[in-house]
């Protein structure tokens, strides 16, 4: 075992016995600026998966500052690496930011979604007051009236659902169903590819597709559609 990798397996005990001790005397916020219970915090200190994940953390942290600076961390006489503050305490805040997203996790919102490709990019007919500014009054979303998707661009069923607070869309793909494919179009590379919207829909409007036009639709992907996705674009995706 290197030095590098001694001493971060060594700081991500030491940094997380710190940051709890110090959480103690610490308000950590959820997204709204409001104070996560003490209650809950608590319990993902004390549970034994939580605390491998974030030490885990800490030390893959460490040994990439080691990879693309290898001297981010003092030595002593000795040649070895030590702990110095307040840097190499800043990794300890890892802490903080996993308990904010395990927070998060149990936290929800709602959205209208399309319930053709899943896109929370909709519109719905809405009652207004033309007279005041056209001032809303209420949507018009009952029995067989439809709404607008602007990511498949065509008038669609558009439902409520609940979401984790923090989900969010991450890019495309073109399948044969979006709520239960067993299809992938040929121009996609792997079950596991995701697109952004240009690439989706030029696969969709791609002219060699014969006897398959018509099978392939878009499909909206969540960030926790695909376990490990192989993102094909740089950027947002819906540029």
């Not at 700081?11 to 219970?37: C, H, K, W, Y």
């Not at 961390?73 to 503050?85: H, P, Q, S």
């Not at 996993?98 to 919102?109: E, L, N, S």
Request: one cysteine or more; charged letters at 30%.
């Amino acid at each position: 075992m290197t030095k590098e990798e001694k001493f971060a397996i060594a700081m991500s005990e030491l940094l997380f016995d710190m940051r709890n001790e110090d959480l103690a005397n610490t308000i950590v916020l959820d997204d709204d600026g409001n104070q996560i219970p003490v209650d809950f915090i608590d319990k993902i200190l004390e549970d034994d998966n939580h605390q491998k994940v974030m030490k885990e953390k800490i030390r893959e942290t460490i040994m990439n500052t080691f990879a693309w600076n290898p001297n981010s961390f003092n030595k002593d006489d000795e040649g070895n690496y030590v702990y110095t503050a307040p840097n190499t305490y800043d990794y300890a805040y890892f802490i903080d930011d996993y308990i904010q997203a395990m927070y998060a996790d149990t936290q929800t919102r709602t959205i209208y979604q399309c319930t053709h490709c899943l896109s929370d990019n909709v519109q719905v007919k809405a009652w207004v007051r033309p007279n005041e500014g056209m001032k809303y009054v209420d949507e018009v979303n009952e029995g067989d009236e439809l709404g607008w998707c602007d990511a498949c661009q065509q008038n669609v069923y558009v439902e409520t659902v609940e979401v984790k607070r923090r989900a969010h869309i991450i890019g495309y793909q073109v399948l044969d169903d979006a709520h239960n494919a067993t299809d992938m179009h040929p121009h996609m590379e792997a079950s596991f590819c995701v697109y952004n919207l240009d690439q989706a829909r030029s696969m969709l409007d791609d002219d060699n597709q014969g006897d398959e036009r018509g099978k392939w639709q878009l499909v909206t992907i969540w960030d926790d559609t695909i376990e490990e996705p192989t993102m094909m674009f740089e950027g947002l995706p819906r540029a």
